[in-house]
């Protein structure tokens, strides 16, 4: 079974207003086509060639560092691209905004807390919002790490996750991270977070 690279639910320039179509087109062809490329390699005339992504990602402690670089790059900008819309922005709603409230007193001590971890992150890396058995985090990870993985400081199921690798902004901010993010929160589909967050 070989991992394919998934088409982007819009088109390239569709995130403009966050994210220019060049970087948009160079991340999803060029970046994450690599990781599908690189971890199909890896695991070819094994026996993981059959075995789910998140099934690898939860014990790739045992795994090879392809896997674990590879796998994870094919995961997380798998579920990234899901994570934004050109109708998002906003805020989230129900269950999601509920637990949000609950976890963080707010959405807005939520988003300042998230912000503050994809920048602090050093390096390449990604940050996340995760539900665990205690509720929502936020956690970030170096790399292309998850909270999938076994390796992974904290772990949980991904509700969203935000990519802070350079490659994800650097034609338009250069070396911006701060303004990548708040522009990033425009087009966060908050409707793909609250599925994901109901079926965790």
């Given at each position: 079974?070989?991992?394919?690279?998934?088409?982007?639910?819009?088109?390239?320039?569709?995130?403009?207003r966050?994210i220019?179509?060049?970087?948009?087109?160079?991340?999803?062809?060029?970046?994450?086509?690599?990781?599908?490329?690189?971890?199909?390699?890896?695991?070819?005339?094994?026996?993981?060639?059959?075995e789910?992504?998140?099934?690898?990602l939860?014990?790739?402690?045992?795994?090879?560092?392809?896997?674990?670089?590879?796998?994870?790059?094919?995961?997380?900008?798998?579920?990234?691209?899901?994570?934004?819309?050109?109708?998002?922005?906003g805020?989230?709603?129900?269950?999601?905004?509920?637990?949000?409230?609950?976890?963080?007193?707010?959405?807005?001590?939520?988003?300042?807390?998230?912000?503050?971890?994809?920048?602090g992150?050093?390096?390449?890396?990604?940050?996340?919002?995760?539900?665990?058995?205690?509720?929502l985090?936020?956690?970030?990870?170096?790399?292309?790490d998850n909270?999938?993985?076994?390796?992974?400081?904290?772990?949980?199921?991904?509700?969203?996750?935000?990519?802070?690798?350079?490659?994800?902004?650097?034609?338009r901010?250069?070396?911006?991270?701060?303004?990548?993010?708040e522009?990033?929160?425009?087009?966060?589909?908050?409707?793909?977070?609250a599925?994901?967050?109901?079926?965790?």
């Amino acid at each position: 079974m070989a991992y394919q690279l998934p088409d982007l639910p819009y088109d390239y320039g569709d995130l403009e207003r966050s994210i220019d179509a060049m970087t948009m087109e160079i991340h999803h062809t060029k970046h994450h086509n690599t990781y599908v490329t690189k971890l199909n390699e890896a695991i070819s005339g094994t026996e993981y060639e059959e075995e789910a992504l998140e099934a690898l990602l939860g014990r790739v402690s045992t795994l090879s560092v392809a896997v674990r670089n590879n796998g994870g790059g094919h995961w997380n900008h798998s579920l990234f691209w899901r994570l934004m819309s050109p109708d998002g922005g906003g805020k989230p709603g129900g269950e999601l905004a509920s637990a949000i409230d609950s976890a963080f007193g707010s959405f807005e001590q939520f988003r300042e807390q998230f912000t503050q971890a994809a920048l602090g992150r050093f390096g390449s890396g990604w940050a996340w919002l995760i539900k665990t058995a205690r509720g929502l985090e936020i956690t970030d990870t170096p790399n292309q790490d998850n909270p999938l993985m076994d390796v992974a400081a904290k772990q949980g199921t991904p509700v969203l996750g935000l990519d802070v690798w350079e490659h994800a902004y650097y034609l338009r901010y250069q070396n911006r991270r701060a303004d990548y993010v708040e522009a990033w929160w425009d087009v966060v589909n908050w409707a793909e977070a609250a599925r994901r967050f109901e079926q965790a």
